[in-house]
């Protein structure tokens, strides 16, 4: 902090406070918050159901795909982009892996990679197409979503679960949770927390990348691109490698987000994951990930996605069960998100003047 | 290669379409040299440099490296780092959504990971040893405007680089920061760095620079040691002209002294806006020049957007004639026949994308209301006109204004004025970031218009161009009109005394 403004008066040291904070940090802060505000409104209004672990658990087992799906959504928003094809990518890779396994003769490792080569597959077109020959990133991906959609329905055009049996024993394998679970109260008898294996995988990813994003140079040079393009490329930053990347990222991991929806739902069909790349966007943006670019946090990601969940879940529980009721309650709660994050920003610039 | 030279540029050619950018430039930088890059605006010095980091490829020419044998290849900015070749440019190009420390060292470090205590332990070394007043974890938009330009220099700095670019490094820069810069470049001086110095202000060229090389119209006038080229030589270089028409337009200009204006056309009484201005009494007559003069932030610019209504009026009334008129938008300023050319031309002034022709028609079709459209033909007679009128260098009218030089958008904007025919014109800044020959033809203009019966209103921050185009000053510190100068008070030392705090009472 500079000399001069120290010496100034009391309401600039409310806003000193704040600059220590990067935009970045500050958005978490605030999504985490909200968060355990939400959860704990939840447990006092609408009961002990929301006190289970198991609960909270089977919350993030049906959230796996999409924390995966929307941290690679987050990334290419840091970099200043954005990918509306991974739901459709998500979509196609139930649809393949699914025919793999029943109709092909495939087995869980091949209909694995087959996951992750459809996403590496969209990557590196779309990256191409976004990176080197500078086409907006919204109009590719918009080709993205329809072609993989249009693919998805020509491989198979109608739903179907999947028989396979070594890959619905592995879909159903869970993990206990040490001294997380509880002794039912009638039968004495203890009964452990389980969490799906895709939850672990999901969590897993989301260390990565935050390390990534955090401690690597490439990382560094995505929040750089995001901040201003034109500075990152006089500053000596690949912007175009670095871009290509976020996409190639992003296509990945909604490959691999694609299997765990996979493995959650154990169906393949046309409807899957419609509008999940839309639910990706909005738990970045509650997780304080910039639309604007360069300014963004994965842990806010998975903040992002718990909150929608658990905004679905306090409206299942309130007895509102139509689907367009957590429609309204979650643009609701993307306004109140979007209005604080704007006060907060302008507020900080503010005191700074 | 010469000996000693750390960098040669050989017949450098750049062309962009239209305009033949360079041509046959040669440049050669020396070991330990601070070396001067001049020309107006237009000239290709900025060509020259991004040519030289790699911002834009060269359509021919080779660039020659100390301890590289044949000629470089210099494809990207990244190329240039490697090479030894730092830059730092007018506008700010570092990011604001990083820190300091991050700023500093992004793009240069090795291998794959980030180790941030290192980085900011670096950072605050570097920091402190330059006296920049900032953190190293500090986000960078928390930063001042110049403490961002000197965490660039910083980082240029730090690079261990051989050539040293500074574009318009100082235009941020208040005069202590100046000095503090002029110390750092002495001192990587003394290490052998070469510097290139690209600056419009004189006095700093002369201050600092060992040697200078003058280009004009994308070629090569010569390089010269700077006690081999006075002033007013180089000047007359840079324009092309010869010392004696230099010193005919001074001379002319000073024949200027407006007394015959009479009648008040625009009068003020206790304006006050809600940009923190004073209330403040003002008046300008017909065909008389005047100025707000005083320090940067004294409210010079706010006082005449209270009059234009740029900012929210919120006391006093404005007369026109004796009769008094209401204006709370600039719309109600354009009725009465005000424009007002702004301060930041980029963000107030010139609409990027439209073409030269449109940016003309701009003002006066928002006067005549967009339902009644001009016909294509109209336009282009207009803009036709004053593309002639003030030798405005544009491929053509449908130029797009953002590829034209600085001075020459500036004049777009002065004639999408003057094409409504005001009666009284508001130039705030006019000069600024433009090269001296259109710095001259723009306070001609101002003098001839005066004389042709229009009221102006001028300001600049160089008290010259005060001096020689108004013939009142309303001197202005800390937010308050504190005196007024006009007749044979006209001068320096007078207009300083005032600022400095000579009061109302010396003034009047």
Redesign the interface.
């Known amino acids: 902090?500079?000399?001069?403004k120290k010496t100034s008066g009391a309401p600039q040291m409310l806003g000193a406070k704040k600059?220590?904070m990067?935009?970045?940090n500050l958005l978490l802060v605030i999504t985490i918050v909200v968060f355990f505000a939400m959860y704990l409104f939840a447990i006092v209004f609408l009961g002990e159901g929301f006190l289970k672990t198991q609960s909270f658990l089977d919350m993030l087992g049906t959230s796996g795909g999409l924390i995966i799906t929307a941290c690679g959504m987050s990334l290419v928003m840091i970099t200043g982009g954005i990918d509306i094809s991974v739901g459709g990518v998500v979509g196609l890779v139930t649809m393949c892996c699914a025919v793999n396994l029943d109709q092909s003769g495939g087995n869980i490792v091949t209909s694995m990679l087959i996951a992750l080569g459809i996403g590496l597959a969209f990557g590196l077109v779309q990256g191409y197409l976004v990176a080197y020959l500078d086409i907006q990133p919204f109009i590719v991906t918009l080709a993205g979503m329809f072609f993989a959609r249009g693919m998805t329905t020509i491989i198979h055009a109608n739903p179907f679960n999947v028989q396979h049996e070594a890959f619905t024993e592995f879909r159903t394998t869970t993990v206990e949770i040490p001294g997380a679970g509880y002794v039912a109260e009638k039968t004495g008898k203890y009964i452990p927390a389980q969490v799906e294996v895709g939850v672990l995988v999901a969590l897993l990813i989301v260390i990565i990348l935050f390390c990534f994003l955090?401690?690597?140079?490439?990382?560094?040079?995505f929040?750089?691109v995001?901040?201003?393009k034109?500075?990152?490329?006089?500053?000596?930053?690949?912007v175009k490698r670095t871009k290509f990347l976020s996409h190639v990222i992003c296509s990945v991991l909604a490959g691999i987000g694609g299997y765990i929806y996979f493995m959650h739902v154990g169906a393949g069909s046309p409807q899957n994951a419609t509008g999940m790349e839309m639910d990706a966007i909005a738990s970045s943006i509650i997780g304080g990930t910039m639309l604007s670019g360069?300014?963004g946090n994965i842990i806010g990601t998975l903040f992002g996605v718990l909150s929608l969940g658990t905004i679905q879940k306090i409206v299942g529980s309130a007895g509102l069960d139509d689907a367009w009721w957590t429609g309204i309650t979650v643009a609701a709660m993307l306004c109140i998100f979007l209005v604080i994050q704007s006060i907060v920003i302008a507020r900080k610039k503010k005191a700074?003047k | 290669m010469k000996e000693k030279a750390v960098l040669e540029m050989k017949n450098i050619h750049k062309s962009f379409p239209g305009v033949r950018a360079l041509q046959a430039v040669d440049f050669t930088l020396c070991e330990g040299e601070v070396h001067a890059l001049m020309g107006e605006n237009g000239a290709g010095k900025s060509t020259l440099i991004k040519v030289l980091t790699g911002v834009y490829s060269k359509d021919e020419g080779e660039i020659y490296l100390k301890g590289h044998e044949k000629a470089v290849a210099i494809r990207s900015p990244q190329d240039a780092q490697n090479l030894g070749i730092s830059t730092v440019y007018q506008e700010i190009t570092l990011c604001p959504n990083l820190s300091v420390a991050e700023n500093m060292f992004i793009g240069r470090t090795k291998g794959m990971g980030v180790n941030w205590k290192s980085m900011n332990k670096m950072a605050d070394e570097i920091l402190t040893s330059l006296d920049i007043p900032a953190k190293s974890t500090q986000q960078l938009a928390s930063c001042s405007i110049a403490v961002q330009q000197m965490v660039a220099i910083a980082r240029a700095v730090d690079m261990d680089c051989k050539v040293l670019i500074l574009d318009e490094p100082t235009s941020s820069l208040d005069e202590q920061e100046v000095a503090k810069l002029f110390k750092l470049m002495r001192d990587l001086k003394s290490r052998g760095v070469g510097i290139v110095f690209v600056k419009h202000f004189l006095d700093q060229v002369y201050e600092i620079c060992d040697k200078i090389t003058v280009l004009r119209d994308g070629q090569l006038v010569g390089e010269y040691e700077i006690e081999n080229l006075p002033r007013v030589q180089l000047v007359s270089k840079m324009l092309g002209k010869d010392f004696d028409d230099t010193s005919e337009i001074k001379d002319d200009s000073l024949t200027y002294k407006g007394e015959d204006a009479s009648e008040k056309i625009f009068e003020a009484e206790s304006l006050r806006s809600n940009a923190g201005i004073k209330p403040f009494d003002f008046y300008i007559k017909k065909g008389e020049v005047n100025g707000f003069t005083g320090l940067l932030g004294s409210g010079r610019s706010e006082s005449v957007r209270a009059i234009f209504g740029a900012d929210r009026v919120v006391g006093g009334t404005v007369k026109k004639n004796g009769k008094e008129v209401k204006i709370k938008k600039p719309i109600d300023a354009m009725k009465q026949g005000i424009a007002y050319l702004p301060e930041d031309r980029k963000r107030d002034g010139i609409v990027g994308d439209l073409s030269v022709r449109e940016n003309i028609v701009l003002a006066l079709q928002v006067l005549q209301g967009f339902f009644k459209p001009f016909s294509k033909k109209a336009q282009y007679e207009f803009a036709d006109e004053y593309i002639k009128l003030l030798d405005i260098k544009t491929a053509s009218a449908d130029t797009p204004i953002k590829s034209l030089s600085g001075g020459n958008q500036q004049k777009v904007i002065l004639a999408r004025w003057l094409l409504t025919h005001p009666e009284y014109l508001i130039l705030d800044e006019p000069t600024r970031g433009i090269d001296i020959g259109t710095k001259v033809e723009i306070q001609k203009l101002v003098l001839k218009l005066a004389s042709e019966g229009m009221s102006v209103t001028f300001i600049s921050s160089e008290t010259d161009e005060m001096l020689r185009t108004c013939s009142r000053l309303i001197v202005m510190r800390d937010r308050k009109v504190v005196g007024e100068i006009s007749g044979d008070d006209m001068n320096q030392t007078k207009i300083m005394s005032t600022i400095a705090g000579g009061g109302r009472d010396d003034a009047e």
Do not use: C, F, H, P
């Open positions: 902090m500079s000399e001069k600059q220590g990067t935009d970045t955090r401690w690597t140079k490439t990382g560094r040079n929040y750089a995001g901040g201003n034109q500075s990152a490329l006089m500053l000596g930053i690949n360069g300014v700074l």
